[in-house]
T-cell receptor, first 110, second 112 residues
């Protein structure tokens, strides 16, 4: 059972466009993380959101945690080729391990 | 600090062969994890450890064994490799006080 559904699975856009990636679940998470993975490397943490309704910004990236702590979104403003990569959301249900979504592959062309 | 390192980076095995993947971390983390990553499947947890001498099964443990004899090392073993185990394997570690996982660079394994 896939507890975290990410959409879209693939996204190909032009430099300068905006985009939003979604991470949805029917389960409640105590926290949710977003990771970015570049080809040939391991995932790297971008942000952790903990409080329902929380919004965090990291330069052109805006992360939001849903009020009910069941979903999250990642919005990128004015995408650049350097944003290309695999974006993974991961939820923590107060256990010892994270539950990962299948990821969104983003390609930004100049 | 090297962070999380994995050896080897690449390996090709024949069906039935065995091998061990080594993960090492120098951050004094208690928790360590082994994942496999397949196209369109995301990261799936194989086994994990909450401290030296402990191991536990994850989502897809069959065909794999692990050991955590030293706090800084987490070994993943394949006793009899199968083509279905062709994948990229990632090791990760984290501190007790945080859920941020630090990942190694991965091992690309092909089983023919």
């Amino acid at each position: 059972t896939q507890l975290l559904e990410q959409s879209p699975q693939f996204l190909s856009i032009q430099e300068g466009e905006n985009l939003t990636v979604y991470c949805n679940s029917s389960s409640v998470f105590s926290s949710l993380q977003w990771y970015r993975q570049e080809p040939g490397e391991g995932p790297v943490l971008l942000v952790t959101v903990v409080t329902g309704g929380e919004v965090k910004k990291l330069k052109r990236l805006t992360f939001q945690f849903g009020d009910a702590r069941k979903d999250s979104s990642l919005h990128i403003t004015a995408a650049q080729p350097g944003d290309t990569g695999l974006y993974l959301c991961a939820g923590n249900q107060a256990g010892t391990a994270l539950i990962f979504g299948k990821g969104t592959t983003l390609s930004v062309s100049s | 600090n090297a962070g999380v390192t994995q050896t080897p980076k690449f390996r090709v095995l024949k069906t039935g062969q065995s091998m061990t993947l080594l993960c090492a971390q120098d951050m004094n983390h208690e928790y360590m994890y082994w994942y496999r990553q397949d196209p369109g499947m995301g990261l799936r947890l194989i086994h994990y450890s909450v401290g030296e001498g402990t191991t536990a099964k994850g989502e897809v443990p069959d065909g794999y064994n692990v050991s955590r004899l030293k706090k800084q090392n987490f070994l993943l073993g394949l006793e009899s490799a199968a083509p279905s185990q062709t994948s990229v394997y990632f090791c990760a570690s984290r501190a007790t006080s945080s859920h941020e996982q630090f990942f190694g660079p991965g091992t690309r394994l092909t089983v023919l």
